[in-house]
């Protein structure tokens, strides 16, 4: 297997090993604390501005960018980039904007977006992300809250959006839109800024100058402005360049590229683009997220990694199910996604010490199913991907296992806003599925006494803007509170057990942390969204949506009509033994005390249009409990 092979080379060379070094504390023989040196300096001038600049001053002709033109994709060389920063710049700079002025972006992801960010840095202002799918009550909000007057948006509809929440504001918001030619239009009006205003308003930056108002989803009330400056970028982009891309370099021998689908809205898409520039690793753009949008592009751009979200993971998986299904050959897959789970079990198993590796009988399965299955799940991803990084909730273990034995290596990784993104990742080295990882290179990680997770280091944001009390609930000397709960292993690795706020108390005093039935459940389809419930109650419970494609597949595959109603399917039994299924898979990963003993299909969809997710994809637990009131009640009738 070309991943246990490459993985073994890798592992033999130490200056590659000790990259992830991580110190780790115990106290009364528990691990409380874990701790990683930065592997990148910390600045002491500059700031993210500097990175196109950088790179136009060191390899001009270097492709740092593919855009997607028509069909194709063309290449963007630092030099060019360099230069349509400073023109967009300058137009903001013509229009107005002072050094320390903030600018609304909202847009899906794109090349204009990142175009504008640099230019906003250039122009000595601060960016303040806005999700492209956020309603105008939301996007009156960031703009009362940051005091941005200026923003640019990707289409009619955005304009529409902040123009409607603008005019609450009482003051105007200039706009400008990249659909009707947004970026020409500050091209053209900075004209007559000179080259050396810009350069001067981007010397006068510093490491602690703030870069970015980033706001929290917001899954419990109004979002939070968080306070990021370009140090915090710079450490978190920095040290996870230095941690990854020498490994991947030296297992692939491949020069790395990415199709960026995330929305730059959210940080972690924000500090993967400002690393691959960085390190100059070529990068482009994609406005969706749905699989079934993406795969298309994968195959032209052929990427060597990804970043994505759980719910990539949980549908590629799906589709190839699907597939086979389609082909008759359902059974098969399940025989495939098995002995990859036992495959790369034992691969892990030998790579870690504990044990001697696939068996002959083993092997064979594996190369067998390789042929007929997995080969087809690395062509769905553009034939060249290697690995992939996954974030924002737990990838299902047994999900990512099947992975490494398709030879991507999916490594996971934890961290919020305020942690300006990853706060730990799987070292690449070293995977160990069913964590979060270790700390990011020049951060810590402490389990508090009553095991909420904290962080300290250079990637901790700096405040909540306008509102101090929320900074010192959040900030406490130096120590971050995330309100997620975790242990640490031996070795320094995180493992989430839950989210502090929704832990569950049942009628009987027994403690649940949701979360772990939620992503189990929620990677089985046709499972959609899930939400487990349970507070006095007197046990734990599960309101459960359909995922429409999966249902139209399995309705297609039993020959029964596609306009079946919901009545019909949520009294089905065949569709509630296939959920059953789900059920039984989801409680394996806790005590009989805190499994699901009873569940109800609830219609619909949990979606950012009817307020019941986050534009992250997290689910909002009391919008879904007030919604669906009555539902939970029939549960425990």
């Known amino acids: 297997m070309g991943v246990r092979k490459d993985l073994k080379a890798a592992r033999s060379r130490r200056d590659l090993a000790a990259r992830a070094a991580v110190e780790v504390i115990r106290e ?19 700031s993210t501005a500097d990175i196109p600049f950088t790179n136009a001053q060191e ?5 740092v960018m593919r855009r997607k033109r028509g069909e194709s994709w063309e290449p963007v060389t630092a030099a060019r980039f360099a230069a349509e920063v400073t023109a967009v710049a300058k137009g903001l700079v013509a229009a107005g904007l002072r050094p320390g002025g903030r600018v609304a972006v909202m847009s899906r992801t794109r090349y204009e977006w990142a175009l504008a960010d640099f230019a906003i840095w250039a122009a000595g202002g601060q960016s303040v992300p ?3 799918t956020s309603a105008a009550d939301q996007v009156h ?19 529409a959006t902040v123009e409607e929440a603008a005019g609450r504001l009482g003051e105007p918001v200039r706009i400008w839109e990249f659909d009707a030619g947004g970026v020409a239009e500050l091209t053209a009006a900075g004209g007559r800024i000179t080259d050396e205003e810009v350069g001067g308003r981007r010397a006068a930056l510093t490491p602690g100058t703030i870069a970015t108002v980033c706001y929290t989803s917001g899954t419990t009330g109004r979002p939070k402005g968080c306070v990021l400056t370009h140090a915090n970028l710079h450490a978190e982009a920095n040290n996870t360049v230095q941690l990854l891309h020498p490994v991947f370099q030296a297992v692939t021998g ?3 590229s990415t199709l960026l689908f995330l929305p730059l809205a959210h940080i972690l898409g924000r500090t993967i683009q400002i690393a691959c520039l960085t390190a100059r690793i070529e990068l482009g753009h994609w406005p969706s997220i749905r699989p079934d949008e993406l795969r298309p592009e994968l195959r032209p751009f052929r990427p060597t990694f990804l970043v994505g979200v759980p719910y990539l993971f949980e549908k590629i998986h799906d589709t190839g199910r699907a597939t086979a299904e389609k082909l008759g050959r359902g059974s098969s897959f399940e025989r495939a996604d098995r002995i990859a789970v036992r495959y790369a079990e034992a691969v892990l198993a030998e790579l870690l010490g504990t044990g001697r590796g696939p068996g002959p009988g083993l092997a064979l399965a594996w190369k067998l199913y390789d042929l007929l299955v997995y080969r087809r799940v690395r062509r769905e991803l553009g034939g060249r991907l290697r690995y992939a990084i996954s974030g924002g909730s737990p990838l299902d273990r047994d999900l990512n296992l099947f992975f490494l034995a398709s030879r991507v290596l999916v490594y996971e990784g934890y961290g919020l806003t305020e942690t300006t993104a990853a706060a730990t990742v799987i070292p690449p080295l070293d ?15 402490r389990i508090a006494d009553d095991g909420e997770v904290l962080v300290r280091g250079g990637i901790v944001f700096t405040s909540y803007w306008n509102n101090e009390a929320a900074t010192r609930e959040a900030l406490s000397d130096g120590w971050f509170a995330t309100g997620d709960l975790g242990t640490l292993d031996d070795d320094g690795y995180l493992t989430i057990t839950g989210r502090k706020k929704d832990i569950i108390v049942t009628s009987g005093g027994k403690n649940v942390s949701p979360a772990v039935l939620e992503d189990r459940l929620r990677s089985r389809p046709p499972v959609g969204q899930c939400l487990v419930v349970g507070d006095n109650r007197p046990c734990v419970g599960a309101l459960i949506t359909l995922d429409p494609e999966a249902v139209e597949h399995w309705l297609a595959v039993r020959k029964r009509p596609r306009d079946t109603p919901f009545e019909r399917l949520r009294e089905d039994p065949e569709l509630l033994a296939d959920i059953g299924r789900a059920v039984e898979h989801a409680n394996e990963a806790v005590s009989r005390a805190e499994s699901i003993r009873t569940f109800r299909l609830v219609p619909g969809e949990f979606t950012e249009e009817n307020g019941m997710l ?22 425990y009738a």
């Open 28 to 46: 009364g023989g528990v691990v409380r604390e874990a701790r990683s040196a930065a592997l990148a300096p910390e600045p002491v001038a500059g």
């Open 59 to 63: 390899a001009p002709d270097a492709v």
């Open 130 to 132: 806005v999700y492209a």
């Open 141 to 159: 909000w960031i703009l009362e809250d940051s005091g941005a007057r200026f923003a640019v948006v990707e289409n009619a509809e955005h304009r």
């Open 254 to 256: 491949q020069a790395a």
């Open 431 to 445: 995977p160990r599925p069913g964590t979060v990882g270790r700390p990011v290179p020049g951060t810590a990680v």
């Open 614 to 635: 986050t534009p992250s994809l997290k689910v909002k637990r009391q919008a879904v409990l007030t919604a669906f009131a009555e539902e939970v009640e029939a549960l």
